[in-house]
């Protein structure tokens, strides 16, 4: 295992397609005719209300889930994520929303949980130096990789989630909700990381509920509703188009608003005439 990050794919190269990836649970389907593509070099945001099968997809993709039809395929190939291990080997990478961070283990101890080096007597001075590495390389602002994970903050947690994520050289990382919880100062330090992963020719997907965050990093932007694709979108879209496509309702007080908002700059432009 090496801290620094491998090449991946060639930018623009696709690194997971989805093709009419179905899920069931019993009679309730919580996936449907699911079509998704993920470049390298390239941050796909995944969003969609609660109940949108956002969570569902991404366990299907970190092998939690097997998916009731449809096929993966990862690299140009086609695969079969059966375990969570078998998504890790390929190089799918996932970082929960709870992080699963142990608060009384410093950040070394962490990057290396369950992957130490010379587990039976523990090569500490080699792990330090690659976590060290590894950090500098994201640009990442922890103040010592001695210090306990309870003494940092929400973003320099979320910044030691995503570099663990990244010391098995993935080909994909999935980050859910990454920005949840956390100040203006901490979510742009997570949102920068996010940007720097992707310049290393990775691909990302992102789960959010924040659309400025989206916005801030995203390449395109996937909607989910009731378990099936409802569009594609770009950074530049409009709230109201998104909101339509997230809730399935035109009628809203985003669009509310932007026809109060049109109607009045006509009445000033008519007084103004």
Excluded: Y
């Excluded at 919880?181 to 990775?202: F, H, K, P, Y």
């Amino acid at each position: 295992m090496t801290a620094t990050l491998q090449s991946a794919p060639g930018k623009g190269t696709s690194v997971l397609r989805l093709s009419g990836i179905s899920k069931n649970f019993g009679a309730v389907s919580a996936l449907t005719d699911i079509e998704l593509d993920v470049k390298a070099g390239e941050v796909v945001a995944l969003v969609g209300d609660n109940g949108a099968g956002k969570s569902t997809l991404v366990k299907v993709l970190a092998g939690v889930h097997q998916p009731s039809a449809g096929s993966i395929e990862f690299c140009g190939q086609s695969v079969t994520l059966d375990s969570p291990a078998k998504a890790l080997d390929l190089g799918i990478a996932t970082v929960f929303q709870d992080l699963a961070l142990c608060e009384n283990l410093d950040v070394v101890a962490n990057l290396f949980l369950g992957h130490e080096m010379s587990p039976w007597a523990l090569d500490e001075v080699t792990m330090e130096v690659r976590a060290w590495t590894l950090l500098r390389e994201l640009a990442a602002r922890i103040p010592s990789v001695r210090e306990p994970i309870a003494s940092l903050s929400g973003g320099q947690r979320q910044t030691v989630a995503i570099a663990r994520s990244l010391l098995l050289n993935p080909t994909l990382i999935m980050l859910d909700e990454p920005t949840a919880a956390l100040g203006v100062a901490q979510t742009a330090e997570v949102l920068n990381l996010i940007e720097r992963v992707r310049d290393r020719g990775l691909g990302v997907i992102i789960i959010s509920h924040n659309m400025e965050d989206v916005r801030a990093v995203a390449d395109r932007i996937v909607v989910l509703r009731l378990g099936r694709n409802n569009g594609v979108f770009t950074p530049e879209s409009s709230n109201q188009e998104l909101i339509s496509a997230i809730t399935g309702a035109t009628d809203n007080s985003v669009s509310r608003r932007h026809d109060r908002k049109a109607v009045n700059v006509q009445e000033t432009r008519g007084g103004a005439e």
